[in-house]
């Protein structure tokens, strides 16, 4: 059974830097499109990026298009989130999950229409906290 464990988080001031990584186990993650999520205090957990099995394609929201990037490296089973020029109201517990290649991954795909929901990914890791204050 596919597991993730996520990490990289932590405290940061507006403008800095971080790197989420997210590691697997249990099965290939070849096999699998992987979704970036983040929980604000009071809200609903959102979706802010999603790639491919392969890589090949990602697909952003909008609040962090331009300042985070999503990569894998399947060797490693792991997927990274790069946040730059983070923002207070980027503060939230972050995740990631999956959603298996044989189900379909076209929400990964930046020219798709259809959107990344929470709903259709699984296996989510137990998260990791980004806080950015001053």
């Known amino acids: 059974q596919l597991q993730f464990v996520e990490s990289g988080g932590g405290w940061v001031q507006p403008g800095g830097s971080l790197r989420l990584s997210c590691t697997a186990s249990g099965d290939t993650l070849e096999h699998y499109a992987i979704g970036w999520f983040r929980q604000a205090p009071g809200k609903e957990r959102e979706a802010i990026s999603c790639i491919t099995n392969r890589g090949g394609n990602a697909k952003y929201a909008d609040s962090v298009k331009g300042r985070f990037t999503i990569s894998r490296d399947n060797t490693k089973n792991t997927v990274f989130l790069q946040m730059n020029s983070l923002r207070p109201e980027d503060t939230a517990i972050y995740y990631c999950?999956?959603?298996?290649?044989?189900?379909?991954?076209?929400?990964?795909?930046?020219?798709?229409?259809?959107?990344?929901?929470?709903?259709?990914?699984?296996?989510w890791g137990q998260g990791t906290q980004v806080t950015v204050s001053p």
């Open positions: 999950a999956a959603r298996n290649t044989l189900i379909g991954q076209a929400m990964c795909v930046a020219s798709s229409e259809t959107a990344i929901l929470t709903e259709d990914f699984d296996s």
